[in-house]
């Protein structure tokens, strides 16, 4: 086999031994299942959801920019909304990339807010920007259509591919899924406080009643103060860790890079308190030249992303296979995965 | 508040809000926790069990030094050794981190080894290394401490504070906690595979039979080829991503970093397959001065460290504390955290 012809499967290897011996045989891999799909099972993303920020240039020239995606209904739409008005009030350009600390976030916004390393005036916010409350962290989950675990069911339902699907996805809360595009965890008020909390509790009701999107490594959200501050969506982070859960329903989530994550998660450490920039090290800030909405932007330099849909069957057997992995280089099958460890495919739209 | 006195509780927190209103009162955070252990739960690290690897410089000339913990008995101890012959052969002087995958790892090793961009010759490998088998991805448990859980324990044992930890881990195997000081995984081999593999069965054994170290961010582990290889230790990666837990048992895990992770983390992205710096970008790869056992140093050189113990008073706290954030930035407590959420605290001796 040539050095040029890699396969998917040997793409998720640790090592490419292409050189030294023949790709053995095997199941396909989670991205050879995903590239199997049919085109109707990959959904576009609308441009109003779509953000491009563009970084000042690396420091070999080279140009950075960053899409994100936000996150449609029923999840954070006040902050989303702020997000697309601080957007057209061109309130981010000239803001910067202020705090980058290792296995947790990077976070952007002006420099002067709330730094503890900064004693310069905050910028002025535009008029109209929504005031959130704590509770908007979660939304009712009536008529949302959920696809997950909730303890027990995996059990009773093992014809149902769904719902066979439920013992992958973790245990940080009653049930951990995917819906619409996005991973999302839930819980069931009916349920006792002191049973939800546990990995095996003997509860089984068949659908969460509150729902929210959770932390996994590239999800982007708002800044805040201490309770009951929510924040605006003028500062937001990025996750470039391992999933900090603890902050699921603490602070509001909005979206997540689709595009341009290696620009925020190779920066530079800061080394200040929570990892912003310290004292002497402020150029180490990297400079955001605009934030703009894709819709806004001119037809030819618009992004397009679709996300492959998490109701479809290509989904059920891509996160089956990141469960069990079967393809040449694994030996051992997990026998199930993290939320975060089945990340939503996403792709330029046509690709 | 002055904004130099950020407390531990503000060093967690996402925003910093020093300036803009008084930290308000709460419980204490995990790091104040782990700040008021008895000097009797902090256990040196052996010096033979560091390494200390040396990087070019960084393009503004400052030092790049990381420090690895190599892992102890039972896990692994034919790589561990083949790293130490490694060092002490000064092979792995003058080579290079060769692939940067976001999400994913950092690889360092022979740059023209099992690299799908490079078509050199690899260095020869100094004589005496142990070849490895892959039952060896883990150990028996007999007398074996475990500090962790079991599915059911939990409910069964509610007095016991190591006990009452057992729902807080995370569900990728049979048993997930800590024990030495390192985060594990295990299963029972007497229960019924079906069951093994699911977040709610319904068995109840007291230990696992057999333990396996996981794949946390900054663990340390061994690149290899395709199965039935097992790798030497001459290529090494470490995580710098959402847990991959889908590589327990497939690959050797060797170690963790214990300082200057951000000098692997921050590293440029390599835009070939698998992370690998492309071909044109040869460049990017960073080179290692010198890898040395920190025993074979001199005094005035040697680094220590010490972890907290995972079977006292103060690990407990900690992580219950983890799973269940009651200082001031929170206001709803997860109930639970997974295993590579819950570092084990690590420092500098003396500090």
Chains 1, 2 share one sequence.
């Not at 981010?92 to 296995?103: C, E």
């Not at 595009?181 to 002191?194: D, K, L, Q």
């Not at 003997?202 to 590239?218: E, T």
């Not at 069990?324 to 739209?349: E, K, L, W, Y």
């Amino acid at each position: 086999m040539t050095k040029h012809l890699i396969s998917l499967a040997a793409m998720l290897a640790l090592a490419a031994p292409l050189a030294a011996q023949e790709e053995p045989q095997g199941a396909p891999s989670p991205n050879e299942i995903v590239a199997q799909a049919d085109a109707k099972e990959w959904i576009a993303i609308p441009a109003e959801d779509l953000l491009v920020m563009t970084l000042a240039p690396a420091a070999d020239g080279s140009a950075r920019k960053v899409v994100i995606q936000l996150m449609p209904a029923p999840f954070s739409q006040g902050w989303v909304e702020n997000i697309r008005t601080l957007a057209r009030a061109k309130w981010y350009d000239n803001i910067a990339v202020n705090r980058v600390q290792d296995n947790y976030v990077v976070q952007w916004g002006d420099p002067n807010y709330d730094n503890p390393e900064s004693e310069g005036a905050a910028k002025p916010l535009p008029d109209g920007l929504k005031v959130m409350d704590e509770s908007d962290y979660a939304a009712p989950a009536r008529h949302y259509r959920f696809y997950g675990n909730s303890g027990k069911r995996v059990h009773e339902n093992r014809s149902n591919p769904h719902l066979t699907m439920a013992y992958l996805f973790g245990n940080y809360a009653g049930y951990n899924g995917f819906s619409a595009g996005w991973p999302v965890a839930g819980t069931n008020s009916a349920v006792p406080s002191e049973k939800r909390r546990s990995i095996d509790s003997a509860y089984d009701y068949s659908r969460p009643d509150s729902v929210w999107p959770v932390h996994c490594y590239g999800m982007v959200g708002v800044g805040r103060n201490y309770s009951p501050d929510t924040g605006s969506g003028a500062e937001l982070y990025t996750v470039i860790g391992h999933a900090p859960r603890h902050l699921d329903r603490n602070i509001a989530l909005v979206g997540r890079i689709v595009e341009g994550m290696e620009h925020l998660s190779s920066l530079p450490r800061g080394t200040g308190a929570l990892g912003f920039y310290a004292t002497g090290e402020e150029a180490k800030r990297t400079p955001i030249l605009s934030v703009r909405v894709a819709s806004d932007l001119p037809a030819g330099e618009r992004p397009a992303f679709e996300y492959l849909s998490t109701e479809g069957e290509t989904f059920v057997r891509y996160a089956e296979a990141r469960a069990n992995r079967r393809d040449p280089f694994f030996i051992v099958p997990a026998g199930g995965a993290d939320i975060c460890n089945i990340p939503v495919p996403i792709r330029r739209a046509g690709e």
